[in-house]
C-alpha cells in the first residue's frame, strides 16, 4: 500500500498546527545518546522538518527523507538556508542514502506508515 499522497495539500496546516517534540526529548538524545555536532543524523519520514529542525539546533547534520513532495517541499523552504540541512526523495524502505552514510537513524511520527522488515533492512544498509 503506498501513502506517499496521503498528507498531498496538507502540509501548510501540518507546519503550522503540529507541536514540536518536547524539550526533555531533545536533551535526552543529544545527553543521552549523543547526538551533536558531529552527528549525521537521517531523519526518515521528516515530512514538514519538525524533528529535522530540532536536530539541526543541537548541532546535527540532517539528511531528511520524505517521499511526499508537498511535505518535503515545505521543509525545504523553512529550513534549506541551514548548511546542514539535506532534503532527499526517498521513502523508509529505500531512503537512496549511500550505505553507511549516517550515524543515527531518527524517525518522528511516522513508523506506522512503514513496512517495518523492509525499514530494518534498510536501516542496516
Not at 524539550?23 to 521528516?46: H, R, T
Not at 529505500?94 to 550505505?99: G, I, M, R, S
Amino acid at each position: 500500500m503506498d501513502n506517499t499522497n496521503k498528507f498531498t495539500g496538507k502540509s501548510s496546516a501540518y507546519a503550522s498546527s503540529r507541536p514540536k517534540y518536547a524539550e526533555q526529548f531533545i536533551q535526552y538524545l543529544k545527553n543521552s545518546a549523543g547526538l551533536g555536532l558531529e552527528s549525521i543524523v537521517a531523519d526518515i519520514g521528516s515530512g514538514t522538518g519538525i524533528l529535522s529542525s530540532q536536530l539541526l539546533d543541537i548541532g546535527c547534520t540532517v539528511i531528511a527523507v520524505e517521499p511526499n513532495d508537498d511535505m518535503r517541499n515545505t521543509a525545504e523552504k523553512l529550513l534549506g538556508g541551514n548548511e546542514r540541512f539535506n532534503s532527499v526523495k526517498g521513502s523508509a524502505e529505500n531512503t537512496a542514502l549511500e550505505d553507511y552514510s549516517v550515524n543515527y537513524i531518527t524517525v518522528g511520527q511516522a513508523f506506522h506508515w512503514f513496512d517495518h522488515k523492509k525499514f530494518k533492512a534498510e536501516c542496516k544498509r
